[in-house]
């Protein structure tokens, strides 16, 4: 099973700062297979980046996807306050799906 | 605007079937290939169940797959999810969700609103 690490666990910064977060696989990934989402309290997750760099519809361009062999990096590039949220990656492998933990975006 | 909708079971108890139905409006089970059933227990991550496809092929998560059944019923236009001998440890959020339509790429781009389930005697 591809067991995806996401870090940090918590990043706090302040609106209009940039944020960076990391999921890292621990086998090689698919890059397609590749998919980002926010989920914000009492919501479902919503689709941010599919194919490890493609915005979904209607994603705001400061939200970008990119990758480095295992290791897959989205970038959110003037946080707004609707963008503190949980985080989450998730990939399609031959066990099926797996997502990383998370990562929780706060308010500094 | 594809809209998918849990059923809402509430209370199970421990030992029985645990028995969920996404209904879909806006569009037809049979257009799109893969629909998929995702779990989240209180405060904690997402883990994917599994998923079936317009013509009823499923594939499950390793760790539910023994007591996991994925159904779709197109005449209702509508998916279905049962789960066999349920625990505590099952008391969660249950989403559905439909798959990317472009089948190159994975990924759920539309979901339900997600239904909490709890199992307690």
């Known amino acids: 099973e591809i067991v995806l690490t996401q870090s940090p666990g918590t990043l706090s910064l302040s609106p209009g700062e940039r944020a960076t977060l990391s999921c890292r696989a621990s086998q090689s990934v698919t890059s397609n297979y590749l998919a980002w989402y926010q989920q914000k309290p009492g919501q479902a997750p919503r689709l941010l980046i599919y194919g490890a760099s493609n915005r979904a519809t209607g994603i705001p361009d400061r939200f970008s996807g990119s990758e480095s062999g295992t290791d897959f990096t989205l970038t959110i590039s003037r946080l707004e306050p609707e963008d503190f949220a949980v985080y989450y990656c998730q990939q399609h492998g031959n066990l099926g799906y797996t997502f990383g933990q998370g990562t929780k975006l706060e308010i500094k | 605007q594809v809209h998918l909708q849990e059923s809402d079971p509430g209370l199970v108890k421990p030992s029985e079937t645990l028995s969920l139905t996404c209904a879909v409006s806006g569009g037809s089970v049979s257009s799109y290939k893969w629909w998929s059933w995702v779990r989240q227990p209180p405060e904690k991550g997402l883990e994917w169940i599994g998923e079936i496809s317009h013509r009823g092929n499923t594939d499950y998560n390793p760790s539910l797959k023994s007591r996991v059944t994925i159904s779709i019923d197109k005449s209702k236009n509508q998916f279905s999810l049962k789960v066999n001998s349920v625990t505590a440890a099952d008391t969660a959020v249950y989403y559905c969700?439909?798959?990317?339509?472009?089948?190159?790429?994975?990924?759920?781009?539309?979901w339900g609103q997600g239904t909490l389930v709890t199992v307690s005697s």
């Open positions: 969700a439909r798959h990317i339509a472009v089948t190159t790429y994975r990924g759920f781009d539309y």
